[in-house]
């Protein structure tokens, strides 16, 4: 069966410093693979997603980056975190499209100080 | 753009009483429907889907129905149980999006035993 492991699970960090988290898939092949930010009291925000190796989307402009260095491995990253980057970040992942349903991982709470 | 439109909450109600949520989505083509449920501190997870005009999605008592002349997928419970309570996303997939999710903002319900 398929499983996703997202981590830190909860993260404090001061403004200015580096951001990675870590999202893996098992059990799978190829799959698409996202981050989402959900902030306090908010809907879900896609930030990126990739179909492949290397194959980096973004949804919108800020601060974060992503970048997927195996097929089942899909990082965030930041070199300086603001205070607006606080949230709680999801990964997800997918088979192609259509009525394939997003499998999504625990969630990782960011709180930048 | 397609977009996603949510009954705002918070929804408070007594355990056994009726449950409706209401989403409305625009959209071109035919995208598939979803709702996806996140209890406190986790992931979100699938509660159902349809695929189709008129299909019904149902599980855990929940149930949607796909309204193509409304653009609606509605969610309903009978009789609510206080382990029912957390957050409720409405979504649809739309293959042209390279199988993007588009998220309503979700909605919050507390059940009171």
């Known amino acids: 069966s398929q499983t996703i492991h997202q981590w830190p699970a909860t993260l404090v960090q001061p403004v200015g410093s580096p951001l990675s988290l870590e999202c893996t898939v098992e059990?799978?092949?190829?799959?698409?693979l996202y981050w989402y930010r959900q902030a306090a009291g908010r809907g879900l925000q896609l930030l990126f997603y990739s179909v492949g190796i290397g194959q980096i989307s973004s949804e919108v402009p800020q601060n974060l980056s992503a970048s997927r260095p195996q097929d089942r491995q899909f990082i965030l990253s930041s070199k300086k975190l603001l205070l607006s980057d606080s949230g709680f970040y999801l990964c997800?992942?997918?088979?192609?499209?259509?009525?394939?349903?997003?499998?999504f991982g625990a969630g990782s709470r960011l709180t930048v100080l | 753009g397609d977009s996603v439109t949510q009954m705002e909450g918070p929804v408070t109600l007594s355990e056994e009483a009726f449950l409706t949520i209401n989403c409305t989505y625009t959209?071109?083509?035919?995208?598939?429907l979803f709702w996806y449920v996140q209890y406190p501190g986790e992931g979100l997870q699938l509660l159902l889907k349809a695929t189709k005009a008129d299909d019904k999605g149902s599980n855990k008592g929940f149930e949607a129905t796909y309204r193509k002349e409304t653009t609606s997928f509605h969610l309903e419970k009978g009789s609510v149980q206080v382990s029912d309570s957390a957050v409720y996303f409405c979504a649809l997939r739309h293959p042209p999006n390279a199988g993007k999710s588009t998220f309503g903002d979700g909605t919050t319900l507390t059940v009171k035993p």
């Open positions: 959209a071109t083509g035919y995208p598939s």
């Open positions: 997800a992942w997918s088979l192609d499209s259509g009525a394939n349903v997003l499998t």
């Open positions: 059990g799978t092949s190829n799959p698409n």
